[in-house]
């Protein structure tokens, strides 16, 4: 079975860090494209970060670009999202996804798994 479990989201002062962990288990994932998506209250699930998990070729929205780096520890079979110079706006539910037949890293529908999400808030 399948499992995408993340971790190490919390509440934050504005400018400050987090490190977000997605644990991932239930198959091999080399192949896959592992995404983290946030989605703020009232707000669509949007795409914050990929990874193609064999390359380690990333990619990210302007909105995130320079603030934040997805990484995989092999050895763990984890993903990482490390977030820098947060802020308020960033506040929201953070998910990992994997997906194995991924075109468009930016679009919900093509990832297969997601996890339950963790919450991320940043105070001004």
């Known amino acids: 079975q399948v499992q995408l479990v993340e971790s190490g989201g919390g509440l934050v002062q504005a400018g400050g860090s987090l490190r977000l962990s997605c644990a991932a288990s239930g198959r091999t994932f080399r192949g896959y494209v592992m995404g983290w998506f946030r989605q703020a209250p009232g707000k669509e699930r949007e795409f914050v970060a990929a990874?193609?998990?064999?390359?380690?070729?990333?990619y990210y929205p302007d909105s995130v670009k320079g603030r934040f780096t997805i990484s995989s520890d092999n050895a763990k079979n984890t993903v990482y999202l490390q977030m820098n110079s947060l802020k308020p706006e960033d506040t929201a539910v953070y998910y990992c996804?994997?997906?194995?037949?991924?075109?468009?890293?930016?679009?919900?529908?093509?990832?297969?798994?997601w996890g339950q999400g963790t919450q991320v808030t940043v105070s001004s």
């Open positions: 990874m193609i998990w064999s390359t380690s070729s990333t």
């Open positions: 996804a994997a997906g194995s037949r991924v075109k468009l890293v930016l679009r919900r529908a093509e990832y297969d798994y």
